[in-house]
């Protein structure tokens, strides 16, 4: 076998096959790589592999077209089959000597990656990853190629026939859905035998081990049929229907063994998890949702109207849908299946009050059911300093709280209080809503407070409030004298001097200053300019951030009005500390401009959370009703404030499924799809553009043309 592959590895250099061949990777591979840095300007280096998908398809005609064929073109093929090497050491030494020029040609990414790498921080998992999802795919497709050689004695006929499987399975994605309707029935046989599909899933970052024996499988495969194909030549007249008998009943059984060892293995491997490769583990479980779903006892059903395939062709949907194959695989109660609306319609017709439509997600237990789309599990985000939009996916936290929703006991509900030009906070809502409360929005100056509401929030109104709207908000935290409400109230920086409701909070012992916390102590800012700043959680807060997941990290302060505390116990009353800002901070004062160290407030602790209770006595039980204050909604609407780097989203969110008596609450970061941005010069582009766009690909297309003078000299 290594007398076959040293000679066919040598015939490529010796004439320009081999030097063209690799010209061509390296040709597009350096464009692909340009592209990236000019357009993108990220390391994200999947983009290069999956350009090299089409690249390889295309090409591999020329690496295969002579292995065979030129030997029974030259009768050589006859001294080749009485040499002292078994067909087997022909077949794997002549494809071996294929794939090492194949390695050589895309060998280049990792030039590419150390590129990428020297400006940017190295992905390494994901390279890994993809670099072997390519030499899996090499390694099938150079096999197809080796086979269709041996059919034919002629080097074109090869190309063309090789070229022809390379395009059939390009095309054989969609060919499944053009199929007409009397031949459905082959849809999924077709999309089982996908290549695209599972690449995909490597340059994504998924390693999954079916896919790895797929490709290995195809290999095994092609390469045993040549062995075939080639053994064929060497029967006898007397003995070739005996000899085709046997071979076929070989041939049959180990395509059989093979087919069936990768259903029983993908069957088996369906409750393990894929290997993910991506820097943030963005196909695996959080901690929230592996809680929430293993302590699940009754069984719920999710139905995706929507076609999986498509689903799985962006990086958005890939992600969903390894998000529901999590929660099936660590919880089997949890049922997920894809349906098409046009094929049942009667799912149309039982759904129809929920809005049911193509990219719909119904979540259902034996409790409720809970419709959220497709649509839902992305968000956008607006960057006002480059004028652009980011998209992050939310798919999990939107499942996650769905399914939390049809399985919990009761649910809480939550009244937002209207009619005052409220400034919002639309990032507690979501965070509410991802917890399953139900809002509802209620104008305070025309309605009475939803009696049957848990809590009651009021962001940042911009008018005071009347004396009859404050006797609601009394009445509300009376609740007929049975306490267990909870207001929850977020300053804002641009309110004016409101002083019927400062007065209604300092009832609760909250009072808030007009003025801004500033931080004199450039180590513990986030902005350079001192209104970001890093604050200190009291021991008051402590039963808060037991259930918080870490923490030690910081709370964010983020263009806060002073709060404090006018009194610790008063009457039936208390009010605490939550969340201070240090030592440090100082006060600006808006209407001056001037940082001002001697305000009175400063001699006092300046609040970011504070919180007041009412207590009252039935029997031994005790029944309370909270008033909690925050500084500020900056600290909930900066990208950064709620990143997963700060604990204001989680503290917030602990804090409120505490007061409002909730045992399970989420708090799931969204997933960003960026990379990392290239810190590459423009003198640096150039360079890099000579050497790997031009230079190298040059330089393979020279040595070719050279020892193709040469060859015709001799």
Same mark, same amino acid.
């Given at each position: 076998m290594s007398a076959v592959y040293t000679k066919e590895l040598s015939s490529y250099f010796k004439n320009p096959l081999g030097y063209i061949c690799l010209a061509v990777y390296y040709l597009f591979g350096g464009q692909f790589l340009l592209m990236q840095i000019q357009y993108y300007g990220t390391n994200d280096i999947t983009g290069i592999f999956s350009n090299m998908y089409v690249v390889v398809l295309l090409t591999l005609p020329l690496f295969t077209m002579r292995l065979l064929s030129e030997e029974k073109r030259m009768r050589t093929d006859q001294a080749l089959m009485t040499a002292p090497v078994s067909l087997h050491g022909i077949v794997v030494g002549k494809f071996l000597a294929a794939y090492t020029l194949f &390695?050589?040609?895309i060998s280049v990414c990792v030039i590419y990656f150390a590129v990428l790498s020297a400006f940017s921080s190295p992905l390494w998992s994901v390279f890994l990853g993809n670099f072997l999802g390519l030499l899996l795919l090499g390694a099938a497709l150079l096999a197809i190629g080796l086979f269709v050689s041996a059919l034919t004695e002629s080097q074109m006929l090869a190309a063309v026939g090789t070229f022809a499987c390379m395009l059939f399975i390009m095309l054989l994605d969609g060919l499944g859905r053009m199929l007409p309707s009397g031949l459905a029935f082959l849809e999924k046989p077709l999309g089982a035998l996908s290549f695209s599909q599972r690449y995909y899933d490597f340059t994504a970052g998924l390693l999954k081990l079916p896919h790895v024996v797929f490709f290995l499988s195809v290999m095994l495969v092609f390469l045993f049929l040549t062995v075939r194909v080639l053994d064929k030549n060497r029967w006898t007249a007397s003995k070739r229907i005996k000899n085709a008998a046997v071979s076929t009943v070989v041939t049959i059984f180990f395509l059989a063994v093979v087919v069936l060892f990768n259903v029983v293995f993908s069957l088996l491997m369906e409750r393990l998890p894929s290997m993910d490769l991506t820097e943030g583990n963005i196909y695996e479980l959080t901690e929230d949702s592996l809680d929430v779903v293993e302590s699940l006892t009754q069984p719920v059903e999710i139905i995706v109207c929507h076609n999986e395939e498509d689903l799985r062709s962006t990086e958005y949907g890939k992600q969903t849908d390894e998000i529901l194959k999590g929660y099936a695989r660590h919880n089997a109660g949890i049922q997920v299946r894809f349906a098409d609306l046009l094929k049942e319609p009667e799912l149309a017709a039982e759904y129809a009050d929920y809005g049911i439509q193509n990219n719909?997600?119904? %979540? !259902?237990?034996?409790k409720r059911i809970k419709m959220v789309s497709l649509n839902d599990c992305v968000e956008m985000e607006r960057n006002d300093s480059s004028y652009s939009y980011t998209y992050k996916s939310k798919a999990e936290q939107v499942l996650t709280s769905a399914i939390l929703y049809v399985t919990e006991d009761s649910v809480l509900r939550v009244s937002v209080l209207t009619g005052h030009s409220e400034a919002g906070c639309a990032d507690i809502i979501n965070y509410l809503e991802e917890n399953n409360y139900v809002i509802t929005r209620q104008n305070i100056a025309a309605e009475e407070i939803? #009696?049957?509401? +848990? %809590?009651?929030? =009021?962001?940042?109104?911009? *008018?005071?409030? *009347? @004396? @009859?709207? =404050? +006797? !609601?908000?009394?009445?509300?935290l009376d609740n007929e004298g049975k306490f267990e409400k909870k207001l929850i109230y977020? &300053?804002?920086?641009? @309110?004016? !001097?409101? #002083?019927?409701? +400062?007065?209604? =909070?300092?009832?609760?012992? %909250?009072?808030?200053?007009?003025?801004? %916390?500033? +931080?004199?102590? @450039?180590k513990n800012t986030y902005d350079k300019q001192g209104f970001m700043f890093g604050a200190v959680f009291d021991e008051a807060a402590q039963p808060y951030l037991s259930g918080v997941k870490n923490p030690s990290l910081l709370f964010v302060g983020y263009y806060c009005r002073p709060l404090s505390v006018l009194w610790e116990e008063k009457d039936n009353r208390t009010a605490k500390y939550l969340v201070k800002a240090p030592e440090s901070c100082s006060l600006y004062q808006p209407d001056t401009g001037e940082v001002n160290g001697e305000n009175p407030l400063i001699k006092e602790e300046l609040g970011i959370v504070v919180i007041g209770d009412r207590l009252k006595y039935v029997g031994t039980q005790e029944h309370r009703s909270y008033v909690a204050a925050f500084a500020s909604a900056a600290m909930f609407t900066s990208s950064q404030t709620v990143s997963s780097s700060f604990n204001n989203k989680d503290f917030t969110v602990e804090l409120i499924n505490s007061l409002a008596g909730k045992q399970k609450g989420i708090s799931i970061p969204s997933v960003s799809f960026a990379s990392e941005p290239l810190q590459i010069t423009q003198s640096s582009y150039t360079a890099v553009s000579i050497v790997l766009g031009i230079l190298l690909p040059g330089i393979c297309v020279v040595t070719g043309a050279a020892v193709s003078i040469r060859r015709r000299r001799l």
């Open positions: &390695a050589l040609g719909s997600i119904i %979540i !259902k237990s034996e939803n #009696p049957e509401a +848990e %809590i009651a929030f =009021l962001f940042a109104p911009m *008018t005071d409030y *009347t @004396q @009859q709207e =404050l +006797e !609601k908000l009394d009445r509300f977020v &300053a804002s920086h641009n @309110q004016p !001097k409101l #002083p019927n409701l +400062e007065s209604f =909070l300092s009832e609760w012992g %909250i009072g808030i200053g007009n003025s801004l %916390i500033v +931080e004199t102590n @450039q």
